[in-house]
């Protein structure tokens, strides 16, 4: 009789720790980071280039590179993704061919980012002879950043009740009048949702653009796609582990590592803000 | 004299590598009601199903034979699909609005087919409303989201977004199966008025219902039409045994 309850309370217990435990760590690491970078973090450093061999200075063409390639992947896996899943859920058929496809995109999502890194060197540097650029970069990230925005999107499809597709075709719509008139509006919230959150990790990492065009130091901006640029992760990389000053520049790669969170966190905010928004309409 | 709208003639229907509908020969009359009754998974819906070829949507389904509405092959290959469906309107067993404004839902169809002039979607709005014996419930709140009806009105919305479109022939997989005994009161008065202006075809479970709304019935078991006569006769007086068996409730 008590033992039921022994264990009923035991269980819920040890859920509490799991939940405890876990959110503790995050809160250790960003306390860390917040209390030893926020003191570096000032409209100057927000604004200027580094200075004496980066020991000084902000991290303005870092903040810039890490925009200019977030907007250059968007363009490229939002649109591509957006596509690749509606052709999959609604037009496709299902057979063994698609079914593979479909495996091929959720594997790809799992590949390290890494040898999505050496691929766009190979591919993007050397065979098309781009060169180490913004481009390079922002097409590396794209590709990587796309399996998820098709796996985001496809769910989101999927979500929409078979029943507003029917109707809309019983109806007379074409396939496609169906699709933008009673199927994309109501899963739209949650593909974007999905690019957003695959667009954040894009902008946070550091292995496809370390070898596609991300610099160590530019005192400028890049003026076109053909130029190298510096970005947020790959800079933190450096002041955290590569500088000759290590220890004088820890201050700047505590700040850096801020700026990076702060702008994933918004733009994961800015997701979950936009998928709360639509779906208020979406209601109405 | 009676016009046939639509003749099935030896009709098969496969989904994959089961046979759904065999030899199927039958004539749906112009304006007239007909009721398609049968055991669950004899082919009801399959059959209905295929008069607007919305078992398109299915993959690895397969036709044969001929079903002519107004002696033009529906299943020819220059058939236009999406004109047929415009053609044939169709109100699905579990009512599916569409999370739209109540106009929005009947004018859904006029849109997509073109019909943009406003004027004219708000006179067909209210027609068609009128039409579905809803108007009066919800004229005052045309732009409230259909999904604040309740479920008997829902299913009268879908029939006046299946009206707006002027379809020839209306189906109906048993439209009112999931409302209560007054909805269906009200859907099935409203069939008796709908058919003066159109052909029906109605899939329904309930055998009283078959025999008070229906002109025709057809009987369907194990994908085979069974019997096809006018209702009056299944009822009181039917050919087959099978039938009889059936209707007074002896099996299904």
Same mark, same amino acid.
Not at chain 1, 140 to 153: D, E
């Given at each position: 009789?008590?033992?039921?309850?022994?264990?009923?309370?035991?269980?819920?217990?040890?859920?509490?720790?799991?939940?405890? =435990?876990?959110?503790?760590?995050?809160?250790?690491?960003?306390?860390?980071?917040?209390?030893?970078?926020?003191?570096? $973090?000032?409209?100057?450093?927000?604004?200027? &280039? &580094?200075?004496?061999?980066?020991?000084?200075?902000?991290?303005?063409?870092?903040?810039?590179?890490?925009?200019?390639?977030?907007?250059?992947?968007?363009?490229?896996?939002?649109?591509?993704?957006?596509?690749?899943?509606?052709?999959?859920?609604?037009? +496709?058929?299902?057979?063994?061919?698609?079914?593979? $496809?479909?495996?091929?995109?959720?594997?790809?999502?799992?590949?390290?980012?890494?040898?999505?890194?050496?691929?766009?060197?190979?591919?993007?540097?050397?065979?098309?002879?781009?060169?180490?650029?913004?481009?390079?970069?922002?097409?590396?990230?794209?590709?990587?950043?796309?399996?998820?925005?098709?796996?985001?999107?496809?769910?989101?499809?999927?979500?929409?009740?078979?029943?507003?597709?029917?109707?809309? =075709?019983?109806?007379? +719509?074409?396939?496609?009048?169906?699709?933008?008139?009673?199927?994309?509006?109501?899963?739209?919230?949650?593909?974007?949702?999905?690019?957003?959150?695959?667009?954040?990790?894009?902008?946070?990492?550091?292995?496809?653009?370390?070898?596609?065009?991300?610099?160590?130091?530019?005192?400028?901006?890049?003026?076109? =796609?053909?130029?190298?640029?510096?970005?947020?992760?790959?800079?933190?990389?450096?002041?955290?582990?590569?500088?000759?000053?290590?220890?004088?520049?820890?201050?700047?790669?505590?700040?850096?590592?801020?700026?990076? $969170?702060?702008? $994933?966190?918004?733009?994961?905010?800015? +997701?979950?803000?936009?998928?709360?928004?639509?779906?208020?309409?979406?209601?109405? | 004299?009676?016009?046939?709208? #639509? *003749?099935?003639?030896?009709?098969?229907?496969?989904?994959?590598?089961?046979?759904?509908?065999?030899?199927?020969?039958?004539? #749906?009359? /112009?304006? /007239?009601?007909?009721?398609?009754?049968?055991?669950?998974?004899?082919?009801?819906? %399959?059959?209905?199903?295929?008069?607007?070829? @919305?078992?398109?949507?299915?993959?690895?389904?397969?036709?044969?034979?001929?079903?002519? #509405?107004?002696?033009?092959?529906?299943?020819?290959?220059?058939?236009?699909?999406?004109?047929?469906?415009?053609?044939?309107?169709?109100?699905?067993? /579990?009512?599916?609005?569409?999370?739209?404004?109540?106009?929005?839902?009947?004018?859904?169809?006029?849109?997509?087919?073109?019909?943009?002039?406003?004027?004219?979607?708000?006179?067909?709005?209210? *027609?068609?409303?009128?039409?579905?014996?809803?108007?009066?419930?919800?004229?005052?709140?045309?732009?409230?989201?259909?999904?604040?009806?309740?479920?008997?009105?829902?299913?009268?919305?879908?029939?006046?977004?299946?009206?707006?479109?002027?379809?020839?022939?209306?189906?109906?997989?048993?439209?009112?199966?999931?409302?209560?005994?007054?909805? %269906?009161?009200?859907? !099935?008065?409203?069939?008796?008025?709908?058919?003066?202006?159109? %052909?029906?075809?109605?899939? %329904?479970?309930? @055998?009283?219902?078959?025999?008070?709304?229906?002109?025709?019935?057809?009987?369907? @078991?194990?994908? !085979?039409?069974? *019997?096809?006569?006018?209702?009056?006769?299944?009822?009181?007086?039917?050919?087959?045994? #099978?039938?009889?068996?059936?209707?007074?409730?002896?099996?299904?």
């Amino acid at each position: 009789m008590n033992k039921k309850m022994i264990t009923e309370q035991l269980g819920f217990w040890t859920l509490r720790l799991c939940v405890g =435990l876990v959110g503790l760590i995050l809160l250790l690491i960003l306390f860390d980071i917040v209390s030893k970078g926020i003191g570096t $973090i000032s409209w100057r450093f927000l604004t200027q &280039p &580094p200075k004496n061999g980066m020991t000084e200075g902000g991290i303005f063409p870092a903040i810039v590179g890490t925009f200019f390639v977030t907007i250059l992947t968007a363009v490229l896996a939002v649109p591509l993704g957006m596509g690749c899943a509606i052709y999959l859920n609604e037009y +496709a058929d299902d057979n063994i061919f698609t079914r593979i $496809i479909r495996m091929s995109i959720r594997n790809l999502s799992g590949v390290p980012s890494i040898v999505y890194g050496l691929f766009g060197v190979v591919l993007f540097v050397q065979m098309m002879r781009i060169g180490t650029c913004l481009l390079a970069s922002g097409l590396t990230l794209g590709l990587m950043t796309l399996p998820w925005t098709i796996t985001a999107s496809e769910e989101a499809l999927k979500n929409v009740p078979q029943s507003y597709r029917d109707g809309a =075709l019983a109806l007379g +719509a074409t396939k496609w009048q169906a699709i933008k008139t009673n199927v994309l509006p109501y899963s739209i919230s949650g593909m974007l949702t999905g690019t957003i959150l695959g667009l954040a990790r894009a902008a946070g990492e550091t292995a496809p653009i370390l070898f596609t065009g991300a610099a160590f130091f530019l005192p400028f901006l890049p003026k076109s =796609l053909f130029e190298q640029f510096m970005a947020l992760p790959y800079h933190l990389y450096i002041m955290a582990t590569q500088h000759h000053a290590i220890e004088t520049v820890r201050p700047i790669a505590y700040a850096t590592a801020l700026v990076l $969170i702060v702008l $994933i966190c918004s733009m994961n905010m800015f +997701a979950v803000v936009l998928r709360y928004k639509l779906r208020k309409r979406k209601k109405e | 004299m009676l016009k046939t709208k #639509i *003749e099935v003639k030896d009709f098969n229907f496969f989904y994959g590598d089961q046979h759904a509908l065999k030899d199927v020969n039958l004539n #749906i009359c /112009k304006n /007239k009601v007909l009721g398609i009754i049968g055991p669950s998974g004899c082919g009801k819906s %399959t059959f209905l199903r295929n008069i607007n070829r @919305m078992n398109d949507t299915i993959a690895g389904t397969r036709a044969s034979g001929t079903m002519l #509405i107004d002696g033009q092959n529906i299943f020819a290959e220059n058939m236009d699909v999406v004109e047929l469906r415009r053609r044939v309107g169709m109100v699905f067993q /579990k009512s599916n609005p569409f999370p739209k404004s109540i106009f929005d839902n009947v004018a859904y169809g006029l849109r997509v087919n073109g019909r943009k002039d406003k004027e004219y979607v708000e006179h067909k709005v209210e *027609e068609s409303l009128k039409g579905a014996a809803l108007w009066e419930e919800v004229k005052d709140r045309l732009q409230a989201s259909a999904f604040d009806l309740s479920g008997g009105q829902q299913q009268r919305l879908c029939i006046a977004r299946a009206l707006a479109i002027e379809p020839e022939v209306l189906l109906m997989d048993e439209p009112a199966s999931a409302l209560d005994p007054t909805a %269906t009161a009200k859907i !099935e008065e409203l069939i008796q008025e709908l058919k003066k202006k159109y %052909t029906i075809v109605i899939v %329904t479970h309930n @055998m009283q219902q078959a025999a008070r709304i229906s002109d025709y019935t057809a009987f369907f @078991m194990l994908g !085979e039409l069974v *019997e096809y006569n006018e209702t009056q006769k299944i009822f009181t007086n039917p050919e087959k045994e #099978i039938t009889e068996e059936y209707i007074t409730g002896r099996f299904g």
